[in-house]
């Protein structure tokens, strides 16, 4: 009837072709932003299809830029999109947290094993940036 007991079973890739913020919802410690996406759908079996779908964010987390491609589960009776965001190193929240320490953790080591009077590498403070330059490097055609 809401969506409630929509079975997503089939695995497919997204491409967002349009965002719009709708609006955000606090409960008790979390905030998160609910968007609209208007979708192009490419299931691993069956024909391409288009789709709106609304759905929350973390407010930690950056939504999905048009033309970005994002693993997506659907219904195929109804053709009903549920985004995954879980593994994706652009929208996973625990993704970005693990970077996070392991970013600190080379540069206390850099501090550590730099001669007494080399300056001090500045703090990551745009990890977002870097986990996008490590994507897109990767990602390239090269």
């Known amino acids: ?21 709708l609006n955000y919802r606090t409960t ?10 208007l979708l192009e759908v490419k299931p691993t079996q069956g024909k391409p299809f288009r ?29 009903k999109v549920q985004l995954v965001f879980k593994g994706d190193v652009r929208y996973d929240l625990n993704l970005l947290v693990k970077a996070q320490r392991e970013a600190e953790q080379k540069r206390q080591e850099a501090i550590l094993s730099s001669p007494p009077g080399t300056p001090i590498p500045p703090p990551s403070t745009d990890i977002y940036k870097q ?6 490097d990767t990602s390239s055609p090269e």
């Open 1 to 21: 009837m809401f969506g409630l007991f929509d079975q997503y079973t089939e695995t497919a890739q997204a491409t967002i072709l349009s965002t719009k913020l």
């Open 28 to 37: 008790g410690e979390h905030v998160r932003h609910k968007y609209a996406f």
């Open 51 to 79: 789709t709106t779908i609304k759905q929350h964010l973390p407010l930690m987390t950056r939504s999905p830029q048009i033309g970005e491609t994002v693993s997506a589960r659907y219904n195929p009776k109804n053709h």
């Open 131 to 136: 986990m996008f330059r490590r994507t897109e």
